[in-house]
DNA sequence: TGTTAAATCACTACAAATGGGGATTGTGGA
DNA sequence: TCCACAATCCCCATTTGTAGTGATTTAACA
């Protein structure tokens, strides 16, 4: 489920990340898992696809973290209510092992599923980055500098996001980005 | 600083809520101060323009919460980066009573601010409509054919309504629109 | 009756986005 | 190895929006 993806866990409990781990490595068969005990910035260049959080972290972290565009997955130990269970996903740590595989395996199902059924064009890591910067209400210009690229890189990136999504004005890319948890209202200029 | 206000405290921890209950009574006196220790959808018609909630519960409960306008102040066990304190603000439950009062004060400072801004100057109805088609994704010259009126005069409602509002992109409009009840996610092109 | 605010229209100069062409690297998969 | 694709960069012409400074008419209202 996981063949050849990357996956990092961010928690102070190392225990947890341990468990955590052994279990993807038995029944999700990652590329590789990595462990962080402390958030940092170099979250931002890792390779993962999934990112596994600390509720605490991602709370202390949320605002940094909005501006990922990988999947992450926040470790809570309070049941949460099966709606808000996308983008972030969560899953209650104190399920038994049977349980957690399951609520994994639908978490990575629904990621799989999305990106088939929702476009049939997906956009690349860097055109989300984009994408949500625009729709932060950030001027080429302004993403430009932000991502450390030429404007003319940050132009081809929104043609190519407008052709994808077939979306052409600033609205409905910021409404796309909400509905698809990329923004969140307050994430606006 | 909560003169006149309702609050809601929606946590499991008992004790925390009342302390809580207790210091804003004691040190911003409040309208009235209610707890509730689970998370329900009666939520969304209590009139509390401030509302505290435990973490899990705010993780839990996200994607509900995301469309609440009321302030939200997440209570947490974890020290925070400065960068993350404002909307939802948080508060660290391990902090002195004094160090509480003095976040508190911060937070309550900061809201007020902004609520003084946004109340400033109201929105004419043909700014309101304008606003909308733009929200909506119209560029200037089709909200002029659709109201029948010449380009400048859009160009002139637009420039009362960043104004007046103090939001300069589309997407924060988009934003504003959204959360304001003017427009919904499928009128958007 | 004089004041005020809304709604309308206009000009200028400049900033930013769009839509159409391209090109070059590097990586990873078939 | 070859191909596809992501990511980067470039040029051009045109459209759209922004910012500042105006004016006129009408309707409300104290």
Redesign the pocket.
Same mark, same amino acid.
């Given at each position: 489920m996981l063949t050849?993806k990357n996956v990092l866990i961010v928690s102070p409990n190392q225990l947890q990340a341990i468990g955590l781990k052994s279990i993807l490595y038995e029944y999700f068969s990652p590329k590789e898992v990595d462990i962080q005990s402390e958030f940092d910035n170099s979250l931002n260049k890792h390779l993962a696809e999934y990112i596994f959080l600390s509720s605490d972290i991602y709370l202390a972290h949320q605002k940094k973290l909005q501006a990922i565009t990988r999947k992450l997955v926040i470790l809570t130990e309070f049941e949460q209510d099966e709606e808000s269970f996308e983008n972030p996903a969560m899953l209650n740590t104190t399920l038994s092992q049977t349980e957690l595989v399951d609520k994994l395996e639908t978490i990575f199902k629904k990621n799989a599923g999305k990106s088939e059924d929702d476009q049939n064009e !997906?956009l &690349? %890591?860097?055109?989300i980055e984009v994408l949500v910067l625009v729709a932060r209400g950030f001027?080429?210009?302004q993403i430009a500098d932000k %991502?450390s690229? &030429?404007l003319?890189?940050v132009? &081809?990136?929104? !043609?190519n996001i407008?052709r994808k999504l077939g979306i !052409?004005t600033?609205s409905g890319l910021t409404m796309y980005a909400l509905l698809n948890g990329l923004i969140q209202p307050k994430d606006v200029r």
């Open positions: 050849g !997906k &690349s %890591l860097r055109e001027i080429n210009k %991502l690229i &030429s003319h890189t132009m &081809s990136h929104r !043609k407008t !052409k600033v």
